[in-house]
């Protein structure tokens, strides 16, 4: 009797949606207390407390919600074998329009289109609740309706232009690869990496920001100064439009080799009115870099990812899997997806250890900016991101650690904190 992996599947599915259920219960017991820790009583407002404690609680209302409704459909497509039916279909309307029903490319496409017009419908009113109700009501929502659907065009007409050739190249080296099909695969998806991380800043982002040149003045001089100083290879400072959408802020830097760029949200640039705590954010980020951060968690990904392909070649050809998914055929995009849903177990694990990671980068590219001066600036600086960003200031240890890449802001301090201790 074949092995009933489609049922293992659903199993784990549900079992890991009630032990996230149960994380999510301990968090939003937390989020409900009405003090804060200690550590941040006198550091933030009581007001901004409670601006973040109800923002967090709408969120984690809303959570509880869309995690709901996300299992319960997930579930019922394996289980009631949508899945198949839906492929079946999709090969049965390529006659009607004149196309090759034979050919798996043409299939493929016309099943991730019927997938991409389910996922945008079934998403569509959470995404809508989320930004005009619950971001709304809180003060970030700053995009119109009309500005919410363009962003949504846009994004679909990208797909509609780089998920063909992908998906068809991605099949043809399944269909060619023979023993060698797990490094092909790897090959492929790491030139991709590097294709799209070089295009997407250049070409992709403008189509939804805007990025200008970060004026000439202090700010610009010390952040200058900072890359200088550590031989960082900064060749351009961006500001991006990112109020048009959200108050929330951030900042980021992406580049090749000696071709680095550094982008600051204007949200974050009229929240921390002191230059040093921009400068302080930066000197984190750089940290990142110095500490070669980067290129640990990119190694990390190609190794994973090569890993997964290998995965795959070992199972693509198992009838047992396709036919215990309700398939008869055995497409090379099914395979995939199948195969990602069997290893659902072993992708949480890696997911934990990957945040534990993460955060020890955290802590570490905190303390580097510690050691360049920047430590009060910085403590600063990440408690007014918490405040002006409504972060929940209040979280649960058991939660944090399964779900947070970061820190939260109590460990984080106390982290910055420590050093000034012992030296006293």
């Not at 700053?142 to 007409?157: A, S, V």
């Not at 509609?160 to 023979?178: C, E």
């Not at 204007?266 to 500490?291: F, R």
Request: hydrophobic share 50%; proline share 5%; with cysteine.
């Amino acid at each position: 009797m074949a092995f009933p992996y489609m049922e293992a599947v659903v199993c784990f599915m549900i079992l890991m949606y009630f032990f996230e259920t149960y994380l999510d219960l301990r968090q939003h017991a937390v989020l409900k207390l009405p003090t804060l820790p200690k550590t941040l009583e006198g550091v933030i407002s009581q007001e901004k407390f409670e601006k973040s404690r109800a923002y967090s609680l709408d969120k984690s209302h809303f959570h509880f919600v869309h995690e709901f409704v996300t299992i319960f459909m997930d579930s019922a497509i394996l289980f009631f074998g949508i899945l198949p039916w839906f492929w079946k279909k999709s090969g049965n309307f390529l006659p009607l329009v004149g196309l090759n029903t034979e050919n798996e490319i043409l299939h493929t496409l016309a099943f991730l289109a019927g997938v991409m017009i389910w996922s945008q419908i079934t998403d569509l009113p959470f995404s809508l609740y989320s930004t005009f109700v619950i971001e709304a009501r809180h003060g970030f929502n700053k995009q119109t309706i009309w500005l919410f659907f363009r962003d949504l065009i846009k994004g679909m007409c990208l797909a509609i232009v780089l998920g063909p050739p992908i998906v068809s190249a991605i099949i043809v080296i399944v269909q060619k690869g023979g023993p060698y099909l797990a490094i092909y695969l790897w090959a492929f998806m790491f030139v991709l990496s590097l294709v799209m991380m070089t295009l997407y800043p250049v070409l992709i982002a403008p189509l939804f920001n805007k990025f200008t040149p970060l004026p000439e003045g202090e700010l610009r001089l010390k952040i200058e100064q900072l890359a200088s100083s550590l031989n960082f290879p900064l060749k351009k400072l961006f500001v991006v439009d990112g109020s048009t959408r959200s108050s929330h802020s951030n900042a980021y830097m992406y580049g090749f080799y000696k071709n680095k760029r550094i982008v600051l949200y204007d949200t974050l640039i009229q929240q921390c009115k002191n230059d040093e705590e921009i400068v302080a954010v930066i000197a984190h980020e750089l940290g990142h870099w110095k500490l070669n951060h980067t290129m640990y968690s990119f190694i990390a990904v190609q190794i994973l990812t090569f890993l997964q392909f290998g995965g795959y070649t070992l199972v693509r050809n198992s009838t047992d899997l396709f036919r215990s998914f309700g398939f008869d055929v055995q497409p090379v995009l099914i395979g995939l997806i199948i195969f990602q849903h069997t290893v659902i177990p072993i992708q949480h694990l890696v997911s934990f250890a990957l945040n534990l990671v993460s955060r020890s980068f955290e802590f570490q590219a905190d303390a580097f900016a510690k050691k360049l001066g920047y430590g009060a600036a910085l403590r600063s600086g990440l408690v007014k991101l918490q405040e002006e960003n409504l972060s929940a200031m209040n979280t649960d240890p058991w939660y944090s650690a399964y779900h947070y890449s970061h820190p939260p802001l109590v460990e984080r301090l106390a982290a910055i904190d420590e050093p000034d201790k012992k030296e006293d």
